[in-house]
């Protein structure tokens, strides 16, 4: 994921806003024209172009560095991601990021993966620097406020694939706003104006922060949707704990501070709670939260628990206040609960700046099973409106599991495509969706909006039973996977 902070992945709404980059869109018509690109180590050198994303991306000192920059029809500023490596055969990186692959597919094309996302992106060498890029001054704050509007604008405009269904028009949107701003609107103004244009998306992944102001944030989120302050979220985390408890749990444990959490229940039956798919390790980095989370999933999933006469007999997955983070360590869960391979969901982006109908080809996404325990045995996994993001496309990509898991609770948030992190000319930064995660059993469906429906439908953190104590959702997957030991 990381042309963009670490975050980007995870809800707005639960998780920090951060700094980040990613752009693109693009062909490769002038290709035919373009230089020979050099040979050996320096084989990458060059200008690219990604397919979907708005972003250009451009490598040299013999294949060493890579930076890019953030583009659309009306503006080109320079991209947050600056990375480089040591080794011209090995992954590029930056601080705080998880590594970047660009691998060459013949002269003009290459693929770009970073290692805590799922799925590639497809780069297309080009001639040169779109125009405006190679002296693309960086972002001031004293920027001309209608230029920010219209980048901002512009980039919805080209990258946004759900006005239809969330029944916006956006030319309508730019025709009501724009003749509000001059040369003079001043910051809070034009915060309150740009807000004002996505507010009606009701996405949670849409947003807007200005790194200066501590009361410039804006963040998106589904109608019937209250985003948990600290209060409310240590009563969920309390009623959880006390249902688990009035439940009869033995061995309890928790790591990465706590966001995840597995008890043992009678009956053989285990419960296992995650609340996040970021920041679990120690120097807020990709690869010491992959450490975590393989530490915590090998002591969850021993031989002892997934083989033999004490081996588990069922299992409940509380995924209700999961934020999001990375896909790859969501999947990392999926192939702790399978014995086979399958394809988990399909994955593209928007890819035509005209068209919100018009994709990058559609790439499955897998599961492989882990080289170790496995737990394949009955399955109920609790879902609600805070289940958000990665916690969704763990959701989705565990619906092609064997046996199929109940899902009890209600509707996930919607939320599947990564965060199209982008910088504005005054030094604001913003995000929006523009990917599709598609269900593998079709190709075509989508969860975007309303979110995944459960299979059995209960109420989740109702405040009624907050106050009472109690855990409907659990009580029910509980009663659920005794059912299908008789």
């Given at each position: 994921m990381p042309v963009r902070p670490r975050s980007?992945?995870?809800?707005?709404?639960?998780?920090?806003?951060?700094?980040?980059?990613?752009?693109?869109?693009?062909?490769?018509?002038?290709?035919?024209?373009?230089?020979?690109?050099?040979?050996?180590?320096?084989?990458?050198?060059?200008?690219?172009?990604?397919?979907?994303?708005?972003?250009?991306?451009?490598?040299?000192?013999g294949g060493r560095k890579l930076r890019t920059y953030e583009t659309t029809a009306v503006s080109c500023l320079p991209g947050a991601l600056t990375a480089a490596r040591t080794d011209p055969s090995g992954p590029f990186r930056q601080e705080g990021e998880a590594a970047l692959t660009v691998t060459p597919q013949g002269r003009d094309t290459a693929r770009l993966a970073f290692g805590d996302n799922v799925g590639h992106r497809t780069l297309h060498r080009v001639p040169a620097l779109p125009p405006g890029c190679a002296n693309a001054p960086a972002p001031a704050p004293d920027a001309d406020p209608r230029k920010v509007f219209d980048t901002f604008w512009q980039t919805y405009a080209e990258n946004y694939p759900f006005f239809a269904a969330r029944h916006v028009d956006w030319n309508a949107v730019r025709d009501r706003y724009r003749p509000r701003i001059t040369a003079s609107t001043g910051k809070p103004e034009l915060f309150r104006i740009l807000s004002d244009m996505i507010r009606?998306?009701?996405?949670?992944?849409?947003?807007?922060?200005?790194?200066?102001?501590?009361?410039?944030?804006?963040?998106?989120?589904?109608?019937?949707?209250?985003?948990?302050?600290?209060?409310?979220?240590?009563?969920?985390?309390?009623?959880?704990?006390?249902?688990?408890?009035?439940?009869?749990?033995?061995?309890?444990?928790?790591?990465?501070?706590?966001?995840?959490?597995?008890?043992?229940?009678?009956?053989?039956?285990?419960?296992?709670?995650?609340?996040?798919?970021?920041?679990?390790?120690?120097?807020?980095?990709?690869?010491?939260?992959?450490?975590?989370?393989?530490?915590?999933?090998?002591?969850?999933?021993?031989?002892?628990?997934?083989?033999?006469?004490?081996?588990?007999?069922?299992?409940?997955?509380?995924?209700?206040?999961?934020?999001?983070?990375?896909?790859?360590?969501?999947?990392?869960?999926?192939?702790?609960?399978?014995?086979?391979?399958?394809?988990?969901?399909?994955?593209?982006?928007?890819?035509?700046?005209?068209?919100?109908?018009?994709f990058t080809p559609a790439e499955p996404v897998r599961v492989t099973p882990h080289d170790g325990p496995v737990y394949t045995g009955p399955l109920t996994v609790l879902t609600g409106r805070l289940t958000m993001s990665a916690g969704e496309t763990l959701t989705q990509a565990l619906l092609q599991r064997g046996p199929k898991p109940t899902l009890v609770g209600e509707n996930t948030q919607g939320l599947f495509s990564d965060r199209l992190m982008r910088t504005l000319p005054n030094g604001w930064q913003f995000w929006l969706p523009n990917e599709e995660f598609l269900s593998a059993k079709d190709g075509r469906t989508t969860y975007d909006g309303t979110g995944i429906a459960p299979d059995v439908r209960v109420p989740v953190f109702a405040e009624e039973d907050l106050r009472a104590g109690k855990d409907p959702a659990l009580t029910k997957a509980l009663d659920l996977l005794r059912a299908a030991k008789r």
């Open positions: 980007s992945r995870a809800a707005a709404l639960l998780l920090a806003a951060a700094v980040a980059v990613t752009t693109a869109a693009g062909t490769a018509s002038a290709l035919a024209h373009g230089p020979r690109p050099p040979a050996g180590a320096a084989a990458l050198d060059g200008v690219w172009r990604m397919d979907g994303y708005g972003t250009v991306a451009v490598v040299e000192d009606p998306l009701y996405d949670g992944h849409t947003g807007l922060v200005d790194p200066d102001d501590p009361a410039g944030f804006f963040g998106g989120h589904r109608q019937d949707t209250v985003i948990p302050d600290a209060t409310a979220r240590a009563r969920i985390d309390e009623a959880v704990a006390g249902g688990v408890g009035k439940a009869g749990a033995g061995v309890r444990r928790s790591w990465a501070g706590g966001q995840i959490t597995y008890a043992e229940l009678p009956g053989r039956t285990g419960f296992l709670r995650i609340t996040s798919f970021l920041h679990y390790g120690q120097g807020n980095d990709y690869e010491a939260d992959e450490a975590a989370l393989r530490t915590a999933l090998d002591e969850v999933f021993t031989t002892a628990r997934t083989t033999g006469p004490d081996a588990l007999r069922g299992l409940v997955l509380d995924l209700r206040l999961n934020g999001g983070g990375s896909d790859r360590l969501a999947l990392d869960v999926a192939e702790r609960l399978t014995a086979r391979p399958y394809t988990a969901y399909l994955k593209h982006a928007r890819n035509d700046a005209r068209d919100p109908r018009r």
